[in-house]
């Protein structure tokens, strides 16, 4: 079993239930796709395809035989190849993932609210790359670029600036080709992408049970060209699912098959990550939340089914909220759903840096959020048992009043505590004398100590021009100029 859950939503007997639900909703309801292409490879695959209304029907055995192809431990890449990500990570924790698609900003130096510019990306990249526990960058919206083609206009500048993984969320079915292509650049060529793609990229069902063109666009070139799939489902309990979270559990399984089944069609063995995003309808309001009690439960527990059920690695939501601000509630709201989605066995967390139900970035809270994710990958590591780490040389020799302080074994292992950045650990009288500085303050102050830390591009000059040229293409092809 892939992962290292910690909390049991679920009995044996009710995993199993839930699962031959999945196979019989794909087996009698199946999903919708507007692609006459891969529907046509489906076809010839062996799925039950209706070419005029797009609907596909996966029976049993068709899944199991598919699932079978879907690796269970591979490498997402990264620029720089020492960043690749071990899936599963060897410590039984997860890598942690930025938000994607916030086009609002809280700017650093004013604490204003304003749109997300290109800079920002950069800036952004840049951020990423010298925090600690900080692994695959999911790009913001900029609103200096033009908003047709700004999904190219933004990885473009991402690749160029980080050396870890750059997670893409295609705008438009056309920009697909042009993302890819930068993706290849970037790694270094078409052979180079397969063996470590520099890039990620999200697919995404439209619930309940729909794969858009752009989606299966998506699934059709990124399994051909080596880029590891998030297949993503997006259900809202209560508006786009049902509002019980086992009927969004089987929903959300479905829907993330159908896109890991269809990937393998198109290239067995392609490294796919279903990514169940779970929100849920708050009655009161009418508005889609991300971190409520039900969201956030929903998010394990269907996280959880995945990974038991069918044997996945699993990306889903953990650091984002719902408050528009970094405050207390922010704090808590994140807290909280990192620790549940952490100890649930979760292979990559996302939305760091995110607030207000994934529509807002803060680079200051990307900062905490590091911090956050390192404190809760420490607590929840494998330790290690032997001879050494149950100290029992020293416990057999052991006696009352005895002091530990002073023993070689704690000189051996006392550097391999979490050691805290923006956290503080000082005496009231010290923090008093030092400011009374809030996290907040602290994260602010690292956020601009960090920014001096940041790298140029390494890119080389052909790579850059080559880039600039399929931007310019991108924009003549998308929006005609």
């Not at 295609?170 to 078409?190: D, I």
């Not at 390192?374 to 009352?400: F, R, Y």
Request: overall charge negative.
């Amino acid at each position: 079993m892939l992962g290292n859950s910690r909390v049991s939503f679920f009995s044996e007997d009710d995993i199993e239930l839930m699962k031959d639900k999945v196979f019989t909703l794909l087996e009698t309801r199946g999903f919708k796709m507007e692609h006459p292409q891969v529907l046509k490879l489906l076809d010839k695959a062996g799925a039950v395809v209706d070419l005029n209304t797009g609907i596909v029907r996966l029976p049993k055995s068709f899944i199991e035989e598919k699932l079978l192809l879907a690796p269970r431990e591979f490498f997402i890449g990264a620029r720089n190849k020492e960043n690749r990500l071990k899936i599963p990570k060897a410590d039984g924790t997860y890598h942690v993932r930025t938000g994607t698609g916030a086009q609002t900003i809280i700017d650093p130096e004013t604490d204003e609210f304003r749109p997300v510019t290109l800079a920002d990306v950069i800036s952004l990249a840049g951020l990423a790359d010298t925090l600690d526990h900080v692994d695959i960058l999911s790009v913001p919206t900029p609103s200096d670029v033009p908003a047709q083609s700004a999904d190219v206009h933004a990885v473009s500048a991402a690749l160029q600036h980080i050396h870890k993984n750059v997670w893409i969320q295609p705008y438009s079915e056309k920009s697909v080709e042009y993302l890819t292509l930068l993706t290849q650049v970037a790694s270094g060529g078409e052979q180079e992408t397969k063996e470590n793609s520099a890039a990620s990229i999200i697919s995404c069902a439209l619930s309940p049970l729909e794969l858009k063109f752009m989606d299966a666009e998506i699934i059709l070139q990124a399994a051909a060209k080596g880029l590891t799939i998030f297949a993503c489902s997006l259900p809202s309990a209560g508006a786009t699912a049902p509002i019980t979270m086992p009927g969004v559990a089987i929903l959300s399984a479905a829907e993330t098959l159908s896109i890991l089944i269809t990937a393998q069609v198109i290239n067995p063995g392609a490294p796919v990550i279903p990514t169940p995003l779970i929100y849920a309808l708050d009655m009161a309001s009418g508005r889609t939340m991300q971190s409520s009690a039900e969201a956030a439960q929903g998010g394990a527990l269907v996280n959880q089914f995945i990974k038991r059920a069918f044997n996945l690695p699993t990306n889903a939501t953990g650091c984002g909220c719902d408050s528009p601000w970094h405050d207390g509630q922010s704090m808590i709201e994140r807290t909280i759903h990192t620790m549940l989605i952490g100890v649930s066995g979760v292979d990559v967390l996302g939305n760091c840096a995110n607030l207000q139900v994934a529509t807002t970035i803060s680079p200051v809270q990307l900062v905490i959020d590091d911090e956050m994710n390192g404190m809760v990958q420490k607590i929840l590591s494998k330790p290690v048992v032997n001879e050494d780490t149950m100290a029992w040389d020293l416990l057999s020799q052991a006696e009352p009043g005895m002091q530990f302080l002073s023993c070689d074994h704690t000189f051996k292992h006392c550097r391999e505590g979490f050691k805290p950045k923006a956290f503080t650990r000082m005496t009231g009288e010290a923090w008093s004398k030092q400011g009374k500085k809030d996290l907040l303050e602290r994260g602010r102050e690292r956020y601009f100590l960090l920014l001096e830390k940041q790298r140029e591009t390494t890119m080389s000059e052909d790579q850059i021009r080559e880039m600039a040229s399929i931007v310019k293409k991108a924009d003549a092809d998308i929006i005609g100029r």
